[in-house]
């Protein structure tokens, strides 16, 4: 995988500021922290200076994005430096004034929403009260401006068994295109709250089965890039593959799970860069003190982990002996880091073997 000669997209974290505190938020640590936003005139400088690099788009989060009282600016910013846009929002705070002010720049790319319940008692008792219906509403506004408007659905333990009629408020009632799924994850405030929230061996089989045979029913309208879906389709690669006797799949045997730094990168929303928001320690320099370009092709922290992907399982003694190790790419550096104090090891919690151990199943519906 070669490396971009700037990054072709960055996500923003433009405020630390957010009106809700979701139990399983991957940007807390604590229900209290919230830090230092940015100027508006410090990011207007940043976008300068992401337009000479080439970047093409750029994703806005937070925090909540439209928290910012300047938030229109900031797009106007973006907009007037040939970029595109998306946005990652809990959706209480999208009017229909707004989705048509995003829908005449032309230039939004998506605008992802975040419901995890058909009803509002499943939605609002990790996310807080009368945030379901305001982020239904929210939903519906940028859908009425042709907004192309994207759902994530975080699957937890108290809504699991809710799969069925999450997709059908979503794909039939409100008629979405499609919407993605995750799993809360053992970043940020779901560490604290993993008894209410991370899904047990048992939980986990069993939204693998429900989101498989959903996405059968719906056509390929679920999507997914972690969490069940996205891990029953690559364990179930990996199994069949050993089955049938194949020495390996395609980059995999290597530290290869991501290669989100070779293309991207992103900004915290005290101005300092970082490969990743999911991995806020590892920082680069600062926006505009640091030459953006100097920092993507010279950082010797960055370079170093870009070479991550050379790395062998083998060489790592939680892999060794493992029957999968030519099938696998050792997932989410971010979760090796939070869960072992170290992003160049495989992540444990995305180990197909130690999830066969502690009881888990692979889903029998063919993918």
Not at 302 to 323: A, D, Q, V, Y
Request: with cysteine; proline share 4%; net charge neutral.
């Amino acid at each position: 995988m070669r490396v971009m000669k700037t990054p072709k997209s960055v996500d923003l974290e433009i405020t630390n500021r957010c009106n809700l505190r979701c139990k399983y938020c991957s940007h807390f640590t604590s229900e209290g922290d919230v830090g230092q936003d940015l100027s508006t005139g410090e990011w207007l400088e940043f976008f300068e200076e992401l337009n000479r690099c080439a970047v093409l788009d750029v994703c806005l989060q937070g925090g909540e994005p439209f928290i910012r009282e300047d938030f229109r600016e900031l797009v106007e910013g973006i907009v007037q430096n040939r970029m595109r846009f998306s946005i990652l929002s809990n959706g209480t705070l999208i009017t229909d004034e707004t989705a048509q002010f995003l829908a005449s720049t032309g230039r939004c790319n998506s605008v992802q929403v975040s419901i995890d319940g058909s009803v509002e008692t499943t939605h609002d008792a990790f996310r807080g009260k009368g945030s379901f219906y305001k982020a239904v509403s929210g939903l519906k506004s940028l859908m009425k401006h042709d907004l192309p408007a994207t759902v994530r659905v975080t699957i937890h333990r108290k809504n699991v068994r809710e799969l069925e009629e999450i997709s059908a408020l979503l794909l039939e009632e409100i008629g979405l295109p499609e919407f993605s799924t995750n799993a809360a994850s053992h970043l940020g405030l779901c560490r604290q709250n993993a008894e209410q929230v991370q899904l047990t061996a048992e939980e986990r089989s069993l939204a693998m089965e429900s989101i498989l045979r959903l996405t059968k029913k719906y056509n390929g309208r679920i999507s997914a890039q972690a969490g069940p879906l996205a891990e029953a389709r690559g364990w179930l690669e990996m199994k069949d593959a050993l089955e049938r006797g194949l020495a390996g799949l395609p980059n995999c045997g290597y530290l290869t799970g991501c290669g989100g730094f070779m293309s991207k990168m992103a900004v915290r929303a005290d101005g300092v860069m970082v490969p990743c928001g999911l991995i806020p320690g590892m920082e680069l320099g600062r926006i505009n003190q640091d030459d953006l370009k100097d920092v993507w092709q010279k950082h010797p922290k960055l370079n170093r982990f870009r070479l991550r992907r050379n790395i062998p399982l083998t060489n790592f003694e939680f892999c060794r002996g493992c029957e999968y190790t030519n099938y696998c790419t050792g997932s989410c550096p971010a979760l090796a880091g939070t869960l072992l104090n170290d992003p160049y090891h495989p992540s444990p919690d995305a180990c197909l073997r130690r999830f066969l151990e502690e009881g888990g199943r692979l889903p029998e519906i063919p993918v």
